[in-house]
């Protein structure tokens, strides 16, 4: 007697008993999604390297800038991503309310994770100021610079998680850059704004691009990192390398309206580094090697990262 | 409609169907609740590109993938079975049949696991399925070659069609 394993199979899944509360699970969706490290009352928000440069000079001369190739000095500070803007939300405007801005009430989207939006603005005395904003949440940070301060000292724009141990940070470049490095972690420059999600101990970030000067800026670990860190592990190392990746694949996709492409950019871009860094890339996926036949995969699309191959 | 409304009206109108495919692929329905939520929120972020309908079922689906393998891979190294297949059965009823097939399912390594549920339980092709698990079409009929032979060790099982559903 013959079975059909499809038939047996649905007739033995037994139906529900119990249905999810869809209004629940949107409000923990919702909840969860709104990025901790972000926003919020508990994020310790913004450290301004250049902007405490620039008060002390003391810190300047221990913190300044740590080394740049020559050629620096010439190249143009002009930032593309500044002729598209849009209006910003009322918390934007509100969390801006202070400072003079070169367009009142419109700034550059150049990055949005999840519920969080960073936005780069032009302020008068061309300043230039990067702004994280969470409409929904209500919360905001900002930094305003010296547009002179981009291949300098920097104009980086970073958020501590809850309990100091990783931060994000947005660092601006002018065109022609392309990535951004930092503890062996890289992300693409998109929209002239580089997103890295780091382990708080890093304290040194490389800015490059093809024909470009690299630059490398100091976070001034002391200052900004108050508490102790955690040492970085093989595992999240390649972890945060992967959810770098696809934190670019993901701005990519904004400004291209897919990742098509995405993984020959990243090769142009990152050169060797990318095959020392990662066993394959796609478009849509990218493996690292843990080391004794461990692997971690994640899709770019939704930056979900699992241990294992199929 | 809003994005918002797009995923509740979702969650709403495929948990039945994504429940049961989760209780499948775990072992209980507290678990399947879990990891279908756990979906649904890791999904969330990403709905306006997950393109709806069969798009959001791809995507969803392939997340249930990814975590119940996780999952069971963490349960599989420190885990001592404590009950076997008997390894005579009589052919009985359906409702045995069935019983024994979810048994036999469930003690499958969690790729076969999968490969099953996503080719004989959601009537996948095996292209979808190739999609849903992130691996190669050729890898989906390896896989599900060597499940049927597992479940074909089991007495009551050896005779099992893999006809009438998947693509």
């Given at each position: 007697m013959s079975r059909h394993l499809g038939e047996l199979l649905k007739g033995a899944v037994p139906e529900p008993a119990r249905v999810l509360n869809a209004d629940e699970l949107m409000r923990t969706a919702r909840s969860r999604n709104a990025p901790p490290r972000w926003a919020g009352p508990v994020v310790a928000t913004v450290f301004l390297v250049a902007a405490v440069a620039i008060a002390v000079p003391q810190v300047v001369a221990r913190w300044g800038h740590v080394a740049s190739t020559p050629g620096v000095a010439d190249v143009p500070l002009r930032l593309s991503a500044l002729d598209r803007r849009v209006p910003l939300g009322p918390v934007a405007v509100g969390a801006m309310d202070r400072t003079a801005l070169a367009h009142p009430g419109e700034g550059s989207l150049v990055a949005t994770l999840g519920q969080e939006q960073v936005y780069l603005i032009e302020a008068v005395g061309d300043q230039l100021c990067l702004l994280e904003v969470n409409e929904s949440y209500g919360s905001a940070g900002s930094g305003c610079f010296p547009r002179s301060d981009l291949l300098t000292t920097g104009i980086v724009l970073s958020t501590l998680a809850p309990d100091s141990s990783t931060m994000l940070l947005a660092v601006a470049v002018p065109d022609g850059y392309t990535v951004a490095t930092s503890g062996g972690r890289s992300a693409v420059v998109v929209s002239n704004v580089a997103v890295l999600d780091l382990v708080s101990s890093q304290t040194k970030l490389t800015v490059s691009g093809s024909a470009m000067p690299s630059v490398t800026f100091d976070l001034g670990k002391s200052a900004i990192l108050p508490g102790g860190s955690a040492p970085e592990t093989p595992g999240s190392a390649a972890k945060g390398a992967l959810s770098d990746l696809a934190r670019s694949a993901q701005l990519y996709a904004q400004e291209?309206?897919?990742?098509?492409g995405f993984a020959d950019k990243i090769k142009a871009d990152a050169g060797p580094v990318v095959s020392t860094k990662f066993r394959s890339l796609t478009d849509t996926s990218a493996v690292a090697d843990l080391g004794a036949g461990r692997r971690l995969t994640v899709d770019l699309l939704s930056g979900a990262i699992d241990e294992g191959a199929c | 409609l809003d994005t918002a409304e797009d995923f509740r009206r979702y969650v709403v109108l495929r948990q039945r169907a994504l429940l049961r495919t989760a209780w499948l692929l775990t072992d209980d329905w507290q678990t399947a609740e879990d990891l279908v939520q756990t979906a649904l929120i890791r999904a969330w972020p990403h709905w306006d590109r997950s393109g709806g309908g069969a798009g959001a079922d791809a995507y969803v689906r392939r997340i249930m993938i990814n975590k119940s393998t996780d999952w069971r891979r963490r349960r599989w190294r420190g885990e001592v079975p404590t009950e076997f297949l008997p390894d005579v059965a009589s052919r009985g009823s359906d409702a045995e049949l069935q019983h024994m097939l979810v048994l036999a399912v469930r003690a499958l390594p969690p790729r076969q696991r999968a490969v099953m549920v996503l080719r004989y339980f959601d009537d996948l092709s095996e292209i979808e399925t190739a999609a849903a698990m992130g691996c190669a079409v050729g890898t989906v009929k390896s896989q599900t070659s060597k499940a049927l032979a597992n479940l074909r060790h089991q007495p009551v099982l050896v005779d099992l069609q893999p006809l009438g559903s998947a693509r």
């Open positions: 291209h309206g897919s990742t098509a | -």
